[in-house]
T-cell receptor, first 109, second 112 residues
Framework: GQNIDQPTEMTATEGAIVQINCTYQ??????LFWYQQHAGEAPTFLSY??LDGLEEKGRFSSFLSRSKGYSYLLLKELQMKDSASYLC??????????WGAGTKLIIKP | DAEITQSPRHKITETGRQVTLACHQT?????MFWYRQDLGHGLRLIHY???????NKGEVSDGYSVSRSNTEDLPLTLESAASSQTSVYFC???????????FGPGTRLTVT
C-alpha cells in the first residue's frame, strides 16, 4: 500500500528553527508538495519538489531525497503565525496525490 | 482576482436528506477535486474531474456524487446524508496534476 509518515505534533520556540520530516512509500514518484493549514482554514501551497535537493523560499526551505523516500520542511526564524499544520503530499505514478495526516506545529514564545 | 468559492460555509442537515455543496472557481482550471477532512485522517479524496463531462471516484466516494457541466463548477451531492458524513469538505482546483492545488474555504457539514 501507499504510505506517508509525518510526526503528529511538534513544538518549537519563537525565533528558532524547526525541521518537519516526511517519509513516503508510494507506487512511483512524480513530485512532493508541502502545504500549510491554519486551524479552521483551508490548506495553502508552500513548496513543490520533484528533483533531489533543497528549494529555498524565504524563511521556508524544502528538501527532497528520492532514493531515501524522504523530504523535510525547514522553517527558520519561527514566528507565532507559523503555528499551523503542515501537510506533505506525494504525486504517485498514476498522478494521484497521496496525503500525509499532517504535522501540527506549536510555537511557544 | 481569480478565486475558488464554496457554499454554504456551514450546513446542518438530518439523516436521510439529500444535500448539495457548491464549488465555483474562476481560475479556469480543468482539474477540480472534492476532499473531506476529519481528525486523524487528513485529507481524503471523494471525487475529482479533469474536465467538462469527466468525473472520477476517489478513495471515499460511496454515498457521494458529482457532475461537471462546465469548467467553473463541481457540485458535490450527498444522496442520503449519514452521520458518518459529518465532516469539513474542501473543494480544490489545479492547472495540472503536478501543479499546486488551490483550495476553497471549506464547508462544515453536520448530519444529525
Amino acid at each position: 500500500g501507499q504510505n506517508i509518515d509525518q510526526p503528529t505534533e511538534m513544538t518549537a520556540t519563537e525565533g528558532a528553527i524547526v525541521q518537519i520530516n516526511c517519509t513516503y512509500q508510494t507506487s512511483g514518484f512524480n513530485g512532493l508538495f508541502w502545504y500549510q493549514q491554519h486551524a479552521g482554514e483551508a490548506p495553502t501551497f508552500l513548496s513543490y519538489n520533484v528533483l533531489d535537493g533543497l528549494e529555498e523560499k524565504g524563511r521556508f526551505s524544502s528538501f527532497l531525497s528520492r532514493s531515501k523516500g524522504y523530504s523535510y520542511l525547514l522553517l527558520k526564524e519561527l514566528q507565532m503565525k507559523d503555528s499551523a499544520s503542515y501537510l506533505c503530499a506525494v504525486v504517485d505514478s498514476n498522478y494521484q496525490l497521496i496525503w500525509g495526516a499532517g504535522t501540527k506545529l506549536i510555537i511557544k514564545p | 482576482d481569480a478565486e475558488i468559492t464554496q457554499s454554504p460555509r456551514h450546513k446542518i442537515t438530518e439523516t436521510g436528506r439529500q444535500v448539495t455543496l457548491a464549488c465555483h472557481q474562476t481560475w479556469n482550471h480543468n482539474n477540480m477535486f472534492w476532499y473531506r477532512q476529519d481528525l486523524g485522517h487528513g485529507l481524503r479524496l471523494i471525487h475529482y474531474s479533469y474536465g467538462v463531462q469527466d468525473t472520477n471516484k476517489g478513495e471515499v466516494s460511496d454515498g457521494y456524487s458529482v457532475s461537471r457541466s462546465n469548467t467553473e463548477d463541481l457540485p458535490l451531492t450527498l444522496e442520503s446524508a449519514a452521520s458518518s458524513q459529518t465532516s469539513v469538505y474542501f473543494c480544490a482546483s489545479s492547472e495540472s496534476v503536478q501543479a499546486p492545488l488551490y483550495f476553497g474555504p471549506g464547508t462544515r457539514l453536520t448530519v444529525t
